[in-house]
């Protein structure tokens, strides 16, 4: 797909929903006794993953559209699927519904494509075997294919070496059947969507400084959700409007929870006009943000608010480009099993632009102001990337062909076309 530099972007825009909320409403929402109503939930690849994998265990799961009827069967009414589950692209439904697996009464084999297939499973396979699961690589590899077999588990005090929402959740998960209290220490504090979600649902967790626990559950009861936008997609348009001189837009309904939320206090370190407008919602706030066109000076950006904006690093990365002096990334190694290696494919790609950005051990050095120009940027299937990467060429001088850009399909369907207007009002 071929992009070339913006005028001005002018507009509104509507996000659509979180995706790691879609994901915990659908897998939480099948555990709990009746019928959870998801509002706004996520048409993403990655999330009809996940609906796929518990209609394959028996669930009955009505797609809608923008509402998804999950007609749960409570903590115990999982079947035993008659074929391998398939995760698809999604890190979090692999690991989440591993949590969750580990405590059945059958045993099951979890799959994925080519880029699951060698992202990091150990980190969950280690803490659920503390709590006595039976989970295995099929190849030994410590990656995808996964073999579990349920077993009782046993509450546990697990410090991860890692800030990842992902490990944390999949023991949270499966804490809900453990025979006693399990703790979760991370070193920064994750996104905690699950813990909230959970709580929603009826279950007992707490949180103490970066430590959350949970109490096994006798059953979770149904509840409606509604889904807010996601402001892993909003940062695309956050980016391309502070970039894109004369551009102001509206980005409407994105989830601020305040771990999520780290890019906002980035952008606003940088020197962007950034509003929020319209705060609302409790447990998962939300707002409108305003961005206008703005002048960005470089920063640095590491420590606790990594967790919180560990998604959206691709795009600040790309954003630091056109900023006055010296961005410096650090403490993200995490970055590395994403998708994609996120810390080379940027370094090689914002290169490929002309961009003088150098890869460290844990982030990049980013020498902002220099000139970019169009480049043949290949996403490696990797969907923030592609729409780093179709933002980026809105700023710069010459053509962008986006290799694999129809990827943007795991999280953002619409993304293209919600561009496209903006760039055209
Ligand atoms: C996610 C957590 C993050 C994030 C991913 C979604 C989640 O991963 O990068 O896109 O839904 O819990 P880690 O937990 O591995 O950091």
Known sequence: MKFSKANRLRGEVAIPGDKSISHRSVMIGSLAKGDTVIRHFLQGADCLST?????????????????????????????????????????TTTRLISGILAAQNFSVTLTGDASIQKRPMQRIMTPLSQMGADIRSLRGNGC????????????????????????????????????????????????NHTELMLSHFGASVRTEGTTAIVQPADELIARSVTVPGDISSAAYFIAVGILVPGSEILIRNVG????????????????????????????????????????????????????????????????????????????????????????????????????????????MIIHGGKPLHGA??????????????????????????????????????????DLNRLTQS
């Open 144 to 191: 995808s294919p996964l073999q579990i077999t349920g077993s009782p588990l046993h509450g546990i005090h697990y410090t991860s070496p890692v800030a990842s929402a992902q490990v944390k959740s999949t023991i949270l998960l499966a804490g809900l059947y453990a025979d006693g209290e399990t703790h979760v220490t991370e070193p920064q504090l994750s996104r």
């Open 256 to 363: 601020i929870n305040p771990t999520r939320a780290g890019i906002l206090e980035v952008c606003r370190q940088m020197g962007a006009d950034l509003k929020l407008l319209n705060r609302r919602g409790q447990s998962e706030p939300m707002a409108d943000i305003l961005v206008r066109t703005s002048s960005l000076h470089g920063t640095e950006i590491g420590g606790a608010i990594i967790p919180t904006l560990i998604d959206e690093l691709p795009m600040i990365a790309a954003m630091a480009c056109f900023a006055e002096g010296t961005t410096v990334i650090r403490d993200a190694t995490e970055l590395k099993v994403k998708e994609s290696n996120r810390i080379e494919v940027m370094v090689h790609s914002l290169s490929a632009m002309g961009a003088d950005v150098t890869e460290t051990e844990d982030g």
């Open 376 to 417: 043949v940027i290949d996403s490696r299937l990797d969907h923030r990337i592609a729409m780093t990467f179709a933002v980026t060429a809105c700023c710069v001088e010459g053509e962008t062909e986006i290799l694999g850009a129809e990827c943007v399909n795991i999280s953002y369907p619409g993304f293209y076309q």
């Open 51 to 91: 609906i796929a994998c518990f209609q394959s265990m028996g669930i009955d799961i009505e797609n809608l559209g923008e509402t998804v009827v999950v007609h749960g069967k409570g903590l115990h009414g999982l079947q035993k699927p008659d074929c391998v589950l398939d995760c698809g692209n999604s890190g």
